[in-house]
């Protein structure tokens, strides 16, 4: 019996882009179809590079950009179609359910969203949290813990 409880949340201390694409590897064995995943961070911490560092290890073959003045963008030909936002613009929740997106929230897809924080009030609590520190030039703390309840394998 290789599963526990809970799951203690993750922390990768990487020095170099192969290293946030290898936790990137780790959260996209460990995601299910119709994950959400919080994704937090400063501004130039890391979240649009990890989304794109976890569409490869999807499978994706999709060129990820910022979807800052889109809001969406949305990655097929992967495992699962991936859907990558960005809150960063908006100022509630309400805001967000307003522009009908959280309805990207429905069905299978894997959902990624920047600056998820200001939207916080409209999310479900059964998320990933992926959480990026910029701790150098090439050098970043990136902690991921499982959405409550999960059950998870060890890291
Ligand atoms: N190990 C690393 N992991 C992630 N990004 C890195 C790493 N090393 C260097 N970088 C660089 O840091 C920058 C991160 O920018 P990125 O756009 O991903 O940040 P962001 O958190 O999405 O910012 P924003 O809040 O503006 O959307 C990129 O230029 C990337 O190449
Ligand atoms: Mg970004």
Redesign the pocket.
Known sequence: MDLVDVVDAVDFS?D??E??NKAARWLAEHLEPGALVFLS?D????????TRALAAALGSPALVS?P?FTLVHEYDGGRVPIIHM?A?RLASGAEWEAAGLAEYLEGHNVVLI?WAELIADALPEQCWRVT?TDTG????RIHISPPPGKREVDP
């Open positions: 990487v170099s882009l290293g946030t961070g501004l130039g911490a890391g979240k649009t590079t990890f910022s800052t960005d960063y920047e990026l030039p090439e050098s970043r």
